[in-house]
């Protein structure tokens, strides 16, 4: 499972969402219950993640006190 793509489409979506009724000066956005459980569903999944990689890494480094920063450029910001 740590190995498994995630699926942030429904975070893209909502920061995509945010974005358009700032530029339009909405006062408010509306998430049906389904977008809203999906969100939700999708952070908790990230937070997850997360978490578990933050504990991994904590773990192999506390022996030798080295810390190595891979950046791969990533895909998910557009």
Known sequence: ?????????????????VKSADLSNAKE???SIQQSK???YTLGIVMARLEGDLERFVKSNSDTGTVE??????????
């Not at 920063?69 to 557009?78: E, I, M, R």
Request: glycine residues 10%; proline residues 6%.
């Open 38 to 40: 999906n969100l939700a």
């Open 1 to 17: 499972m740590q190995n498994d793509p995630l699926n942030t489409a429904p975070i893209q979506q909502f920061i995509q969402q």
């Open 69 to 78: 920063v891979q950046l791969d450029g990533g895909s998910g910001w557009k």
């Open 29 to 31: 956005i509306r998430l």
